[in-house]
């Protein structure tokens, strides 16, 4: 029997006393599982899940980061008035992944917000510009666009100590992307830019409204350096992620890079070469460099890319430390305590206990319902919870904190950490970006 919580919405905190989260189950999209799991005699015939709340998990600190990640529905019309000192966004940069995927939301958003679009592309070979939409090359051709292209095996964070860890993702290149954009961006002089997808609606004017206003503050004390938004429909999701949803779990919507908005004078961190890396990002942030983090909504939504999402049980085994990573650095505490408890083995071991048992019971309700490629990815998750992993998990948060002070200094110096692509990348924006 596994127990989760039938989440409801109520003030900041959401289900304050459930203890660790259960299961993370989508990148982007954000799609998360929450609950504290008791494991007890599994029904294969009904493989049910029933609501329960078994109280705090040891070492759950509140409040967590969890919390302010956690976006509420926005409305879709427009906000009653944009404060005069709402912030400008000076560029709009996307990484993007293929050529496939047209970029007419991106260049109509960045339109919309009166901003240049930068586009972030893979090697050549991979982004012929012979696949460019007529939009996007209109847009290039009038100086309203520009493309930048990252060498191969290319990572601005390559010195980092996260960077070289085993278990670091080398399939993707758009952590390395967005790390770029980042310090392009302070290497420009842009005070706000926005990182947004390349398979997401358009962010049209009262989406951009929202946002500005996310960043001013909306009356608060202390503006947020980084406002995102969720998105209603998770096609991104991880493969775990998306057997949760094939099994009918409750799910609640988080922030990601896919739309979010950054003050680059903030002491943001970096993306690091792993899966859910927007999630880390903005957990380090907040909790290593204070930033505030303000989530503006979920009323955008995702455009179905993947094709066969059960037909690899690698690619759950893949992005599983990652999940875990971010199941774990979630329950950080926003006070002093920072990610000191993160650092010990003795809470991965509890992380992975959960995670193993939600896996486990998840596994066999599909199996119940029939759905045998699904749980065949799940249990090949849950199979790679081998003793060592708590201790990896805590080795990699020691290291990620030590990367993120690293960062900062990269950060007051983005040119030279640009290195030799700084000089043809300013001088690409100044020749065909109209200041």
């Given amino acids: 029997m596994l127990e989760l919580l039938d989440l409801t919405h109520s003030g900041t905190t959401i289900a304050a006393s459930i203890g660790l989260l259960a299961a993370i ?13 008791a494991l007890t005699a599994a029904d294969d015939s009904t493989a049910s899940i029933r609501v329960m709340n078994r109280g705090p998990a040891p070492y759950a600190p509140r409040p967590a980061i969890r919390d ?43 339109s919309a917000a009166g901003a240049p679009l930068v586009v972030l592309d893979s090697p050549d070979g991979m982004a012929a510009t012979s696949a460019d939409s007529v939009e996007l090359r209109a847009a290039l051709t009038s100086g309203t666009a520009v493309r930048l292209t990252l060498p191969e095996a290319w990572n601005p964070a390559a010195t980092l100590s996260t960077s070289n860890h ?12 967005r790390n770029a954009g980042m310090l392009l961006a302070k290497a420009a002089g842009w005070r706000h830019v926005l990182f947004m997808d390349d398979d997401i609606d358009l962010l049209g004017s009262d989406h951009l409204d929202a946002t500005r206003q996310a960043l001013a503050g909306r009356g608060s004390a202390t503006p947020p350096q980084i406002a995102a938004w969720a998105f209603v429909d998770a096609h991104d999701r991880s493969v775990v992620g998306h057997a949760c949803a094939t099994a009918g779990m409750p799910t609640v919507s988080l922030i990601g890079a896919g739309a979010m908005a950054i ?43 993947r094709v066969g999402t059960f037909t690899s049980p690698s690619l759950a085994v893949r992005q599983e430390f990652g999940e875990l990573l971010a199941t774990g650095l979630m329950e950080a505490d926003l ?16 992380v992975v206990s959960e995670r193993s048992a939600l896996l486990v019971q998840l596994a066999v309700r599909l199996r119940a319902g029939r759905h045998a490629a699904a749980a065949r990815c799940v249990a090949e998750a849950a199979a790679c919870h081998t003793p060592e992993l708590p201790a990896r998990l805590a080795g990699y948060t020691t290291q990620l904190i030590r990367d993120h002070e690293t960062w900062q200094t990269m950060l007051e110096r983005p040119v030279q950490t640009l290195g030799k692509h700084a000089e043809p990348w300013l001088k690409a924006l100044e020749t065909n970006v109209p200041g």
Avoid: M
């Fill in 25 to 37: 189950a989508g990148t982007r999209g954000r799609q998360l599982q929450w609950g504290h799991s």
């Fill in 68 to 110: 302010v990640l956690v976006a509420s529905p926005a409305p879709a019309h427009r906000p009653p008035q944009v404060e005069a000192e709402a912030p400008k966004i000076d560029a709009v940069i996307v990484p993007r992944r293929d050529t496939i995927t047209p970029l007419d939301n991106a260049i109509r958003t960045a």
């Fill in 166 to 177: 085993g278990s670091s993702d080398r399939h993707r290149d758009t952590p390395a992307k």
């Fill in 263 to 305: 003050d680059c004078r903030s002491a943001v961190s970096f993306f690091p070469a792993l899966y859910n890396e927007d999630l880390l990002f903005a957990v380090t942030s907040a909790t290593l460099g204070g930033v505030g983090i303000t989530p503006v909504g979920t009323s955008l939504r995702q455009r179905a890319r």
């Fill in 335 to 350: 006070g002093s305590e920072g990610l000191h408890i993160q650092t010990q083995v003795g809470f991965w071991r509890h």
